[in-house]
Each structure stands twice: as structure tokens, then as C-alpha cells.
Nanobody, 121 residues
Framework: VQLQASGGGLVQAGGSLRLSCVVS????????MGWYRQAPGKQRELVAS???????????DYADFVKGRFTISRDSAKNTVSLQMNSLKPEDTAVYYC????????????WGQGTLVTVSS
């Protein structure tokens, strides 16, 4: 499984960016898709995740520091997970990574290559 992230760039504070992550194969409903970020000198941290434990509704979780500003979504038909980032702050500057955590039919954890987001003040 390969993940290809894109959409990073340089933006001024208050601006917006949309990150996309394309997965090389079908995304199962039970797959946990997530976006993480790692700022210089800091540990990688979870930004948002999306998955379903049932038939239809997705469960979405956000880190407190992005609630109300970022929106995660997935398009299973396109094998894509996106992260819409609004009201960006300089402290959002980091390399953003997409992640796929799969439990079935065969477990695995996969990372994309990362895309750099730089927010200037």
C-alpha cells in the first residue's frame, strides 16, 4: 500500500490549504485514515482521523488545537483522504503526513511521504 500526500505550501496566517492523500488501493470502511504532523524539534502528533465501525456513519476525531479550523474527509471511490485547513496559524507549520491503519483483511500501518506546510505571520 502506498500513500501519496500533496497540497502543502506557503501561506500567510489566516489563510487556507487543502491537503490530499491518494492511496494506491481501495480504502476499506474499517480503515482508520489519519493526518499527522511533525514540527521541527517536536514529536509527530495526530491532527485528525476518520473511520467507520458500522455501516454508514464515519467517526471523526480532531486534536483540540485544530477543532473548528480543520476538516477531514474521505472519498472512498477515489481512494482519497483530504484535510481542509482554514484559519491557519504559524504554529501549524509542520510536515503533514497521511496514515492508513488497517485491521482487516490483513493488518498494516502505512505512511505517506509528508508534505510541508509553512504558515507565515
Amino acid at each position: 500500500v502506498q500513500l501519496q500526500a500533496s497540497g502543502g505550501g506557503l501561506v500567510q496566517a489566516g489563510g487556507s490549504l487543502r491537503l490530499s492523500c491518494v492511496v494506491s488501493e481501495s480504502i476499506f470502511a474499517s480503515d482508520v485514515m489519519g493526518w499527522y504532523r511533525q514540527a521541527p524539534g517536536k514529536q509527530r502528533e495526530l491532527v485528525a482521523s476518520i473511520y467507520t465501525a458500522g455501516d454508514t456513519d464515519y467517526t471523526i476525531d480532531y486534536a483540540d488545537f485544530v477543532k473548528g479550523r480543520f476538516t477531514i474527509s474521505r472519498d472512498s471511490a477515489k481512494n482519497t483522504v483530504s484535510l481542509q485547513m482554514n484559519s491557519l496559524k504559524p504554529e501549524d507549520t509542520a510536515v503533514y503526513y497521511c496514515n492508513l491503519d488497517r485491521v482487516r483483511p490483513r493488518s498494516g500501518n502505512y505512511w505517506g511521504q509528508g508534505t510541508l506546510v509553512t504558515v507565515s505571520s
